[in-house]
C-alpha cells in the first residue's frame, strides 16, 4: 500500500474545505475504496467523555461510545493508535459488526485536542501491520491539517 499517496490525496480532497464532516466523509471513502480487506472505515467524534459516530463506509455502526469503553473509547482515553488482532479477544470490545476480526483506531488531534478516531475493521484476524500503523497515522495527520 502506497500510503504516501494516499496521504497526498487525502490532503486533495480536503485542501480549502474548512468542514470536518465534508473532510471526514471524503476520507473514509477513500480509505474503504482503497484499503483492501476492510469492511468499516469512518471516524467517531468527540464530544466531552462521549465519541459520536461521525462519517464512515460500511454497515450501520454504533453510535455512541464512552470514553474508555471499547477500542474506540480506549484509543481516545489513551490518545494512541491501538490495534487489535483478534476483537474477540479485547476485553470490552463494543461489537457493531459480527464480521469483523481485526480494528485499527487511531485518535484525530488537533492543536493539542482530539476531536475525533479513526476506526477501521476488517474482517480477517491480524489485518494490521507495522506498516499500516505508520502509514495510517501519516494519513491521519495529513487529514488533520484540513480540520478546524
Given at each position: 500500500m502506497d500510503y504516501q499517496l494516499l496521504a497526498e490525496q487525502v490532503l486533495s480532497v480536503t485542501n480549502n474545505v474548512k468542514n470536518n464532516i465534508t473532510n471526514f466523509a471524503n476520507a473514509s471513502a477513500l480509505l474503504f475504496n482503497t484499503l483492501p480487506d476492510i469492511n468499516w472505515a469512518g471516524f467517531y467524534t468527540a464530544n466531552g467523555d462521549v465519541l459520536e459516530l461521525g462519517p464512515f463506509q460500511g454497515k450501520v455502526a454504533c453510535t455512541l461510545i464512552p470514553k474508555g469503553k471499547g477500542v474506540c473509547g480506549t484509543a481516545f482515553a489513551l490518545g494512541k493508535t491501538i490495534v487489535v488482532p483478534n476483537v474477540h479477544e479485547f476485553k470490552g470490545h463494543i461489537a457493531c459488526d459480527s464480521d469483523s476480526n481485526s480494528e485499527i483506531v487511531i485518535p484525530v488531534i488537533v492543536n493539542?485536542?482530539?476531536?475525533?478516531?479513526?476506526?477501521?475493521?476488517?474482517?480477517?484476524?491480524?489485518?494490521?501491520?507495522?506498516?499500516?500503523?505508520?502509514?495510517?497515522?501519516?494519513?491521519?495527520?495529513?487529514l488533520a491539517n484540513s480540520l478546524v
Open positions: 493539542g485536542t482530539i476531536i475525533a478516531v479513526l476506526d477501521i475493521d476488517s474482517t480477517k484476524f491480524d489485518r494490521f501491520s507495522e506498516d499500516d500503523i505508520t502509514g495510517l497515522e501519516l494519513f491521519v495527520k495529513s
